[in-house]
Nanobody
Framework: QVQLVESGGGVVQAGGSLRLSCAAS????????MRWYRQAPGNQREVVATITKGGSTEYDDSVKGRFTISGDIGESRMYLQMNSLKPEDTAVYYC?????????WGRGTQVTVSP
């Protein structure tokens, strides 16, 4: 089993930056992929960015060039640097990990971008 805890959310003006962190604990050696998801009110949860144990990264088109995912799955930590934030980035951001093929979720951290 794995536990995931996010931190770093908050309120920022449009154009500003935030850095989210996710710390994993438990039997973390079985994690091979981690992702950031987000869910805005009334919307479905959507993937924002992915990082694999090999270091490969992927981004949703809506955040390419503005967000950067980083971290070391072996160290059980993942980050999301969010720059040039827009009001439409407002959402609850969730840390997600695949552990021996099983999904695990954090509880989320709120990001609010004011106009």
């Amino acid at each position: 089993q794995v536990q995931l805890v996010e931190s770093g959310g908050g309120v920022v003006q449009a154009g500003g930056s935030l850095r989210l962190s996710c710390a994993a604990s438990g039997h973390v050696s079985g994690i091979d992929t981690m992702r950031w998801y987000r869910q805005a009110p009334g919307n479905q949860r959507e993937v924002v960015a992915t990082i694999t144990k090999g270091g490969s990264t992927e981004y949703d088109d809506s955040v390419k060039g503005r967000f950067t995912i980083s971290g070391d799955i072996g160290e059980s930590r993942m980050y999301l640097q969010m720059n040039s934030l827009k009001p439409e980035d407002t959402a609850v951001y969730y840390c997600y990990a695949v552990w021996w093929g099983n999904p695990f979720w954090g509880r989320g951290t709120q990001v609010t971008v004011s106009p």
